[in-house]
């Protein structure tokens, strides 16, 4: 790390106090902070193609230039293999919707995050490219034809092959031309980001930034459109995707006149090409290099393709034929977002033995109610149960309930959330007290009700010793 100790000491005139890397991404290069006496902190960054490392200073300095919200770089080493850039912290927009794409609801705060990050695409796109010389940019200046060929090739070669889907390439190839030529007469003078999704973008000073951005070039609007709307698991509802995109055509009309009808045609097309490109990636990152993480993703772009092929791309007829045979494929099926995991909350009596599980899944989570004080015990209450309000009373005028809550709550949330980003169906919950009466009926009903609001997920409830199931 020498030479970014000499950028930093040539920047700052004092070396770094601390040198810390940071979580790598799925490309070739290695992300430092560095960290001053006084507490100031700059990105260091190493990567292994000078080329794509002079497109991202470049094509950096220009935006800046432009007015346009991006890190500056304050260095680069001679040999182009190191430089430094401003820190914009760690508000990666990906994580800061987490919760969003997680229950399939995204709050006001995340809505407005990512309103404000599509109203900023058009400047980038427009003013991006004036006088923007696309010489520097890397591996080649322009969206072309070549480009078409190598993504729909990659996603041939790299994810239709490995499912062992059988097909005629010469049919397929005739439809790749086909998209190509509509893709092609889109053509325009605009900058494409090529990669513009959540997890390109910060929030700094509550504001959108963009980062690596080295693989832009000349292109059509349309492609980062899709790209970001479509992202594969961003996991936007229909609803929200059409905010989005009506956010980004009141933005594009400062720039230029918009023919609604015709975008959105065209757009669909992008949005095909995009998801095909994505997939290809995925089969090579998973297939091949035999990276999970990518493997995991497929199930959020496989859903998009069903979602498009809902209307039929009657321009292409084969391809269409088959990538519904794709989304039909058992093994992706089975992964579809579309199947919600189901919770089912059980309360139940000790003495007459724990719930079995059904799902064949092993059981899930038993919790016991009998050190809640026991509101059963008095005459009074005998009758009545959890579900009634003198119960309900009873137990949270005790107060006990309420921390034996919060401790399950924090268990089971951190349960469904990973059972939703692994495409699990069943999860099972058990609440159990001496008579599955009173303490495990409200602990039963009161977890339904906190999942309920929190998950996009089925919840049954199973009161069993009353006999009572209800769905929520």
């Known amino acids: 790390m020498k030479q970014l100790e000499e950028l930093f000491i040539q920047y700052k005139h004092s070396a770094p106090k601390s040198i810390e890397e940071?979580?790598?991404?799925?490309?070739?290069?290695?992300?430092?902070?560095?960290?001053?006496?006084?507490?100031?902190?700059?990105?260091?960054?190493?990567?292994?193609?000078?080329?794509?490392?002079i497109a991202f200073v470049k094509i950096a300095e220009h935006?800046?230039?432009?007015?346009?919200?991006?890190?500056?770089v304050y260095g680069m080493s001679e040999d182009k293999t190191f430089y430094i850039q401003q820190d914009l912290g760690d508000n990666i927009l990906f994580k800061l919707t987490?919760?969003?794409?997680?229950?399939?609801?995204?709050?006001?705060?995340?809505?407005?995050?990512?309103?404000?990050?599509?109203?900023?695409?058009?400047?980038?796109?427009?003013?991006?490219?004036e006088g923007l010389d696309f010489n520097v940019c890397?591996?080649?200046?322009?969206?072309?034809?070549?480009?078409?060929?190598?993504?729909?090739?990659?996603?041939?070669?790299?994810?239709?092959?490995?499912?062992?889907?059988?097909?005629?390439?010469?049919?397929?190839?005739?439809?790749?031309?086909?998209?190509?030529?509509?893709?092609?007469?889109?053509?325009?003078?605009?900058?494409?980001?090529?990669?513009?999704?959540?997890?390109?973008?910060?929030?700094?000073?509550?504001?959108?930034?963009?980062?690596?951005?080295?693989?832009?070039?000349?292109?059509?609007?349309?492609?980062?459109?899709?790209?970001?709307?479509?992202?594969?698991?961003?996991?936007?509802?229909?609803?929200?995707?059409?905010?989005?995109?009506?956010?980004?055509l009141d933005a594009l009309r400062q720039y230029m006149p918009v023919d609604e009808?015709?975008?959105?045609?065209?757009?669909?097309?992008?949005?095909?090409f995009r998801t095909l490109q994505v997939l290809?990636?995925?089969?090579?990152?998973?297939?091949?290099?035999?990276?999970?993480?990518?493997?995991q993703s497929v199930p959020?772009?496989?859903?998009?393709?069903?979602?498009?092929?809902r209307e039929p791309f009657k321009e292409y007829p084969y391809l269409s034929q088959i990538l519904t045979e794709l989304t039909q494929m058992r093994q992706f099926y089975e992964m579809t977002p579309e199947r919600k995991l189901q919770v089912k909350i059980y309360s139940f009596a000790y003495k007459k033995g724990i719930p079995n599980d059904m799902t064949g899944n092993g059981g899930g989570y038993v919790f016991d109610c009998r050190a809640i004080n026991n509101p059963g015990?008095?005459?009074?209450?005998?009758?009545?149960?959890?579900?009634?309000?003198?119960?309900?009373?009873?137990?949270?005028?005790?107060?006990?309930?309420?921390?034996?809550?919060?401790?399950?709550?924090?268990?089971?949330?951190?349960?469904?959330?990973?059972?939703?980003e692994r495409k699990f169906t069943n999860l099972m919950v058990s609440f159990g007290c001496t008579g599955g009466q009173h303490r495990s009926v409200y602990c039963a009903e009161r977890l339904a009700e906190h999942l309920n609001k929190k998950f996009d997920i089925k919840i049954k409830i199973i009161h069993r010793e009353q006999d009572i199931e209800k769905e929520l």
């Open 261 to 272: 009808t015709y975008f959105r045609q065209q757009l669909r097309h992008f949005v095909l």
């Open 280 to 295: 290809g990636a995925y089969g090579f990152r998973g297939y091949f290099e035999k990276k999970p993480h990518f493997l």
């Open 98 to 129: 987490e919760k969003g794409r997680t229950c399939g609801s995204f709050n006001d705060d995340e809505r407005e995050m990512l309103r404000k990050t599509m109203a900023k695409l058009p400047a980038l796109q427009f003013l991006g490219a």
């Open 138 to 248: 890397y591996p080649q200046p322009e969206f072309d034809e070549r480009m078409i060929s190598f993504d729909l090739n990659y996603f041939k070669y790299c994810f239709l092959k490995a499912t062992g889907i059988e097909f005629s390439e010469i049919k397929l190839e005739d439809d790749f031309r086909r998209m190509s030529d509509i893709l092609m007469r889109s053509t325009s003078a605009t900058f494409l980001y090529r990669d513009f999704q959540s997890r390109n973008v910060m929030f700094y000073d509550n504001e959108p930034y963009f980062i690596d951005f080295q693989g832009g070039r000349k292109g059509p609007i349309y492609y980062d459109v899709a790209s970001f709307v479509w992202q594969a698991k961003a996991n936007y509802s229909e609803e929200l995707r059409e905010e989005l995109l009506k956010t980004y």
């Open 300 to 309: 959020f772009a496989i859903d998009n393709l069903r979602r498009l092929l």
């Open 63 to 72: 935006f800046l230039r432009q007015g346009l919200p991006v890190p500056e």
């Open 22 to 53: 940071l979580p790598s991404s799925g490309s070739n290069r290695r992300y430092f902070r560095l960290t001053a006496d006084d507490g100031s902190t700059i990105i260091g960054v190493k990567g292994t193609s000078v080329e794509e490392n």
């Open 377 to 420: 015990k008095y005459e009074h209450y005998k009758h009545f149960t959890g579900l009634d309000k003198e119960v309900i009373k009873f137990l949270e005028d005790d107060g006990e309930v309420f921390k034996f809550l919060d401790n399950a709550y924090e268990l089971v949330d951190a349960h469904v959330q990973r059972f939703i």
